[in-house]
Nanobody, 128 residues
Framework: QVQLVESGGGLVQAGGSLRLSCAASGRTFSSFAMGWFRQAPGKEREFVAGIAWSGGSTYYSDSVKGRFTISRDNAKNTVYLQMNSLKPEDTAVYSC?????????????????????WGQGTQVTVSS
């Protein structure tokens, strides 16, 4: 069993920054691939960013590329999402997810059904 707890959400003005954290417990975090997804009211959940177990490979949606950075600290069992130049359309509940079974390639990161465990989510609201 894996537990994921997000933190760091809040209200920020457009152009501002936030750093989300996702703390994992229960199993060997360093062997997990991790992802961040978001869901805005009335919309489907969408992929934001993903990171391989080693941190050596990262993946981003086109909508956040160049503004958001995903990283991880395996010693702290934590994955981060640094969000800069925030826009009102970034407003959503952000959730982290873990995939505990190794998979090759990078295309699967964008599929929410590829992940085994999910956190509860943290609200990010960007005002204009």
């Amino acid at each position: 069993q894996v537990q994921l707890v997000e933190s760091g959400g809040g209200l920020v003005q457009a152009g501002g920054s936030l750093r989300l954290s996702c703390a994992a417990s229960g199993r060997t975090f360093s062997s997990f691939a991790m992802g961040w997804f978001r869901q805005a009211p009335g919309k489907e959940r969408e992929f934001v960013a993903g990171i391989a177990w080693s941190g050596g490979s990262t993946y981003y949606s086109d909508s956040v590329k160049g503004r958001f950075t995903i990283s991880r600290d395996n010693a702290k069992n934590t994955v981060y999402l640094q969000m800069n130049s925030l826009k009102p359309e970034d407003t959503a509940v952000y959730s982290c997810a873990a995939r505990t079974v190794y998979a090759y390639g990078g295309s699967w990161y964008r599929r929410d059904n590829a992940y085994d465990y999910w956190g509860q989510g943290t609200q990010v609201t960007v005002s204009s």
